[in-house]
């Protein structure tokens, strides 16, 4: 059957014949002659036309467009139906949600097993993994790939060459199992400034997914598969498994919940002897500053940014300045400088000579010179 026209185009000799072989067909059946079989149709689409409340000129440019929507159509689910074309170098491939090819699972598995120098970085306030691809071309094209693809159980796609590397890489954002990112500025596009100063971790970037999913070496792409989730799993069943324990509490044996409850009691005793504890420091430290001043601290790193067992060493020490604190910490940088006099057990200190220029024109290399020797020198008792 000849394709319809256009609507607005007359039909080709070829199409005139077709129609008119096709109307002498339906004529023959009915036992007809192809003008009275002509006649009878023009007379229902009149009558069709006046149902349809239009002329009869309107009526059948309607069936004509009808006609060929209908075979446009048909055309597409034939192309359709034969497969998609093959993909041109450097078109453009949309991204389609769905379940991950396996050979994409495989891939990304075997690069999450690899060392390609991951660095942290921020998507979307969450925290993922973020990787360059060259390294993982490098991986594509290292023989323990080749090795892993050439099992008979593997889903590996073969690598052979650069170039069948980075459409193997590609099998990873088409599955959205790793995506192209840039850094970015949160801020960036607002006519303010951040409301408050944000301490930012160095190399830690803010990043967003890019539109364009290129393969090239100096990319970055973030993992958005996160691997066999069996840990997760695990620390969810226990979580569930200790609220169930802690619910079931009233059916546990008696024996059990004589020790829980002598548990909880000493360790609320711990946390009230902690309190007591702090309280009597301060007091200790109010009374001492007035008595023997600086003052005394009981535990002085108690509540320093410290471990848990150098929080309680020392056991008692004396109040110091900020300036104190800042000598100290520049006095351990000052250590080979040749300033510091050196205290010995029997009383006398060892400092270095105090040197005084004999001219103005001194030499920079004999000024660096020092005189290591000691000398012995009498220490006043206070």
Not at 50 to 76: D, P
């Amino acid at each position: 059957m000849a394709a319809p026209p256009p609507p607005g185009q007359q039909p080709t000799p070829q199409q005139m014949a077709a129609m008119q072989q096709q109307i002498a067909a339906e004529a023959q059946k009915r036992g007809m002659t192809p003008q009275q079989f002509q006649q009878q149709q023009r007379q229902q689409l009149e009558a069709d036309a006046k149902k349809a409340g239009m002329t009869f000129e309107q009526y059948i440019n309607q069936l004509k467009q009808q006609a060929f929507e209908n075979h446009q159509r048909q055309l597409a689910q034939q192309q359709q139906g034969q497969g998609q074309p093959q993909q041109v170098p450097g078109q453009q491939v949309p991204i389609n949600p769905g379940p991950p090819d396996p050979k994409a699972l495989a891939l990304a598995k075997w690069l999450r097993s690899q060392d390609l120098k991951p660095r942290t970085c921020i998507l979307n306030g969450q925290r993922k993994d973020m990787f360059r691809v060259k390294r993982a071309l490098r991986a594509l094209q290292s023989p323990a790939y080749t090795k892993a693809s050439q099992k008979k159980s593997s889903l590996l796609p073969p690598v052979t060459s650069p170039s069948s590397a980075a459409e193997v890489f590609k099998l990873l954002p088409l599955s959205l199992l790793a995506l192209r990112v840039s850094k970015s500025d949160p801020h960036a596009g607002h006519n303010h400034a951040p409301a408050k100063a944000q301490k930012r971790t160095k190399g830690l970037w803010t990043v967003r997914i890019e539109q364009q999913q290129d393969v090239q070496e100096d990319l970055h792409y973030v993992w958005l598969y996160d691997g066999p989730q069996w840990k997760q799993k695990l620390y969810a069943g226990g979580a569930l498994a200790l609220i169930m324990a802690v619910v079931m509490f009233p059916l546990w044996p008696m024996k059990l919940r004589i020790g829980v409850w002598y548990l909880s009691m000493g360790m609320l005793g711990l946390i009230g002897l902690f309190f007591v504890m702090a309280i009597f420091r301060l007091i200790l430290f109010c009374v001492t500053v007035f008595a023997a001043p600086p003052g005394l601290w009981l535990y002085p790193n108690l509540f320093e940014d410290v471990g848990f067992f150098d929080s309680f060493r020392p056991v008692w020490g004396w109040q110091e300045d900020k300036k104190q604190k800042k000598k100290k910490k520049t006095s351990k940088g000052d250590d080979n400088d040749g300033g510091e006099t050196t205290t010995m057990a029997s009383g006398t200190t060892l400092s270095p000579p105090i040197t005084t220029p004999s001219s103005t024109a001194t030499n920079v290399s004999s000024a660096r010179m020092r005189d290591l020797t000691p000398r012995v020198e009498e220490v006043e008792d206070d």
